[in-house]
């Protein structure tokens, strides 16, 4: 097994200290930002304009303050639904922050739909903005739990392969039993989700992706959904359903959404195209 002895926690002195962990989750969301100002800026509008302009980056700051409160209400939905008979008990404690967790299958989309309704409310074009932020939105998802090693979170199972991690130190540590050799999860689902941002770019050679009008975020939300059902497999969860996880129940049911959604995407020009018809036919007669 690999063995990973050191401290997590970066002392500033004797009162304050900040986790490295945070420090690069911080990091790798300011580069995704930069990386979706950068693609906003250079993606056109459709239409006869010389030249085309690009998208706002002062509305990304507002999207992406819209999409934190329902990132957190979705995080603590799925705590929630992990632990509904608890709560069925003491429904007090799911507005309790103190109580419980937070889980990331459902805060991605929930996430993905306050932000684009800021988006509606600030006149900016929703579609578009999905397009310029799928890629960057994978980048995060990516670094953020490659940035899980730091801090020993998202450890899976036990397992007795030579990559499996085991945290010696003193801590504190992200996971429960740090000092058992498990699967390193979090690495996975970091390889999976790069794996994934491979995908969207060769899925952008497709019309309807190339069209810029939001089916890229549907196909970047799939095949995030698709490696973190894959990767659940190495949890520690207890299954619920056969050999299924919670989380990778939510995480089908994300995958059948952006399933959903591409189709819409896909069919959309077309049932344009179906209601002009008659008109020109009409002209022409």
């Keep these: 097994m690999i063995q990973l002895a050191f401290d997590p926690v970066l002392r500033l002195s004797d009162t304050s200290s900040v986790r490295y962990e945070t420090i690069g989750i911080a990091i790798v969301i300011f580069l995704g930002l930069l990386l979706a100002a950068r693609i906003g800026s250079q993606t056109p509008a459709v239409g006869p304009y010389v030249p085309a302009p690009g998208l706002r980056v002062d509305d990304l700051v507002f999207c992406v303050v819209g999409a934190v409160p329902g990132a957190i209400i979705g995080a603590r939905l799925g705590a929630v639904l992990d632990h509904l008979d608890y709560y069925r008990a003491n429904p007090t404690a799911i507005v309790d922050p103190a109580q419980g967790g937070l889980t990331l299958t459902l805060a991605v989309p929930f996430g993905i739909f306050t932000g684009a309704v800021i988006a509606r409310l600030l006149g900016a074009p929703v579609a578009r903005w999905l397009h310029a932020t799928a890629l960057p939105l994978l980048f995060v998802l990516a670094g953020g739990k490659l940035m899980g090693v730091l801090g020993g979170t998202g450890q899976g199972a036990p397992s007795d392969l030579q990559w499996a991690t085991a945290y010696l130190g003193p801590g504190p540590w992200g996971s429960l039993g740090p000092a058992i050799a498990s699967h390193p999860a979090q690495v996975y689902e970091a390889i999976l989700v790069t794996i994934a941002i491979a995908g969207l770019i060769l899925a952008s050679r497709l019309e309807v992706v190339a069209r810029r009008d939001g089916a890229a975020m549907f196909v970047a939300l799939g095949l995030w959904a698709l ?59």
């Excluded at 059902?229 to 949890?235: A, E, H, I, K, S």
């Excluded at 077309?270 to 008659?278: D, G, I, Q, W």
Aim: no cysteine; charged share 20%.
């Design 227 to 285: 490696a973190r059902f894959l990767v659940g497999f190495t949890w520690r969860d207890l299954p619920i359903l056969g050999p299924l996880h919670a989380e990778q129940l939510y995480a089908l049911v994300v995958l059948a959404i952006a399933i959903v959604g591409l189709v819409e995407r896909w069919r959309a020009p077309l049932a344009t195209m179906v209601e002009r018809r008659p008109e020109a036919e009409a002209r022409l007669a």
